[in-house]
């Protein structure tokens, strides 16, 4: 079974521009969550759908955002890049939410330059 | 406030050595526990969950985890860690109420001396 992919693994971008990472999730899950890991700020939950469906939200910005899809794979999103963004952004599946076991990718990992 | 603290940043131990790497939590009610690790650059792995049941949870790799209600814990175990455990350690719970979101302690790096 093949596990949670997350493209690209790297990203170089410039304050000010967008960005959009994608994950697809492992065959069968039907929640995807986001988090975003800083040296600072440690692992920090963004966002989670389930069935196409916002379910949960963390306090971060309006400037990210995401979308999942009817195959479940997801995208988020980050307008407007701020030098702080630059992190380790990890998706994770699971079936039915976290309380069922998350199974996480390998992670983009963005640099804001 | 609900919490999850790893009291350790950083841990060195000698390969062949016993471990345990500490975590509380501060939930009103006990929340879905776990622990992953990660090494550098990649993901994370989910080394063993606890959800109910017998308190000492046996995981991948030899660990093995012991949850405490009256210490609000759920401390990592290996008897005897291998240079190849080297790697930062999360522990992270999920409530048993509200949004299904993982919340992550601080992580501890640990580090196997030779």
């Known amino acids: 079974k093949a596990g949670v992919t997350q493209t690209p693994r790297y990203l170089i971008k410039t304050r000010g521009q967008q960005v959009t990472l994608s994950c697809s999730p492992i065959s069968g899950h039907r929640s995807v969550s986001w988090y975003q890991q800083t040296p600072g700020q440690g692992l920090q939950f963004l966002f989670e759908?389930?069935?196409?469906?916002?379910?949960n939200k963390g306090n971060f910005p309006g400037r990210f955002s995401g979308r999942q899809f009817s195959n479940s794979r997801s995208e988020m999103n980050v307008s407007t890049l701020e030098l702080g963004d630059s992190a380790l952004y990890l998706c994770?599946?699971?079936?039915?939410?976290?309380?069922?076991?998350?199974?996480f990718g390998q992670g983009t990992r963005l640099t804001v330059v | 406030a609900q919490s999850v603290t790893q009291p350790d940043i950083h841990i060195t131990v000698s390969e062949g050595a016993s471990l345990e790497l500490r975590c509380n939590y501060s939930y009103g009610a006990t929340p879905y526990l776990f622990w992953y690790v990660q090494s550098p650059g990649q993901g994370l792995q989910l080394l063993l969950k606890y959800f109910s049941g017998d308190t000492l949870v046996q995981g991948i790799k030899g660990f093995e985890a012991e949850f405490k209600r009256s210490q609000s814990s759920f401390n990592l175990r290996k008897p005897s860690v291998h240079w190849s455990d080297a790697a930062e350690y999360f522990c992270a719970v999920v409530p048993i109420q509200g949004a299904q979101k993982l919340v992550f302690g601080q992580g501890t790096r640990l580090t196997i001396n030779p």
């Open positions: 994770a599946s699971s079936l039915q939410g976290a309380r069922t076991e998350a199974f």
């Open positions: 759908y389930f069935s196409e469906t916002q379910r």
